[in-house]
């Protein structure tokens, strides 16, 4: 399974980004994907994930600002964030899970204040 995620880059504070992450290969195994995240210093830590049935789970601190969803037709997962903040600067990474574990390469989000 490859995962090739896109859609970050810079934004002001309470600006939006939405995060898009392609997953390719042997999907029959996969039944949970999302995306992490890991600020210089922090160790890596969970945003969001969806369950192949589109069950979300949000991490405390993005709940009410960021919302996933996931198009399973398209192998495809999105990460809508809203209502930035500086502290959600970070490097996201996708996650996909089941029998293995797979992760992207990591897209970079910076929000300025």
């Known amino acids: 399974v490859q995962l090739v995620e896109s859609g970050g880059g810079l934004v002001q504070a309470g600006g939006s980004l939405r995060l898009s992450c392609a997953a390719s290969?042997?999907?029959?195994?996969?039944?949970?994907m999302g995306w992490y995240r890991q600020a210089a210093g922090n160790q890596r830590e969970m945003v969001a994930t969806?369950?192949?049935?589109?069950?979300?789970n949000y991490a405390d601190s993005v709940k009410g600002r960021f919302t996933i969803s996931r198009d399973n037709a398209k192998n495809t997962v999105y990460l809508q964030m809203d209502k930035l903040k500086p502290d959600d600067t970070a490097v996201y990474y996708c996650?996909?899970?089941?029998?293995?574990?797979?992760w992207g390469q990591g897209t970079q989000v910076t929000v300025s204040s």
């Open positions: 290969g042997i999907m029959f195994s996969i039944n949970l």
């Open positions: 996650y996909a899970g089941g029998s293995y574990i797979y």
């Open positions: 969806i369950s192949s049935g589109g069950r979300p």
